[in-house]
């Protein structure tokens, strides 16, 4: 057997262990396939489509999150994007969100740094959810582009809820 036929097996190992719906299991799973990458991007980005499993789809996008990847860009912006009524698919809307800001500081990409700036900004000015948008105003902190900074002066003016006009004070602070 050799070594990428070991990381397969190894990967493939983590995926069915964040089937048995353990939290303990799962986040160890999560870890790993962290530090497996970038061999488990597109393996959990292909993953993540061909589950139903919203509870699984939750750890393959706190993965992907983690490692900041822009080849994951288009499934984490999709997962911003996304309505939901549902408390626990609001959490892994504001772990995607985090994931843009982490590809958005990583990138040397300036297409990839724009894209991942204009759904945050979206997500900082458009949703309900405040936790999203708190979510937004840290990630675009972090990618700190005029255009983030103009996104987050405008936001202050417009925001209602008191701890996320806050977070976003602080971001224009820094």
């Not at 982490?102 to 724009?114: A, C, M, Q, V």
Request: aromatic share 6%.
């Amino acid at each position: 057997m050799n070594a990428e036929s070991s990381d397969i097996s190894a990967i493939n190992a983590f995926f069915e262990s964040l089937k048995l719906h353990n939290p303990h299991r799962s986040a160890a799973a999560v870890e790993v396939l962290v530090k497996f990458a970038p061999t488990t991007i597109q393996p959990l980005i292909d993953a993540f489509y061909d589950s139903n499993d919203q509870g699984i789809q939750v750890y393959i996008v706190q993965a992907l999150a983690q490692i900041g990847n822009p080849a994951a860009f288009d499934l984490l912006a999709e997962v911003v994007g996304k309505e939901v009524a549902n408390h626990c698919q609001g959490n892994v809307r504001r772990i995607a969100a985090r994931g843009l800001g982490r590809i958005g500081i990583t990138s040397t990409n300036t297409e990839i740094i724009h894209l991942a700036s204009e759904k945050l900004i979206w997500a900082l000015l458009t949703p309900q959810d405040w936790g999203l948008r708190y979510a937004a105003a840290v990630s675009l902190q972090e990618i700190a582009t005029p255009a983030a900074n103009i996104a987050l002066q405008k936001a202050l003016k417009l925001e209602q809820d008191k701890v996320v006009q806050s977070r976003i004070a602080k971001a224009l602070e820094s």
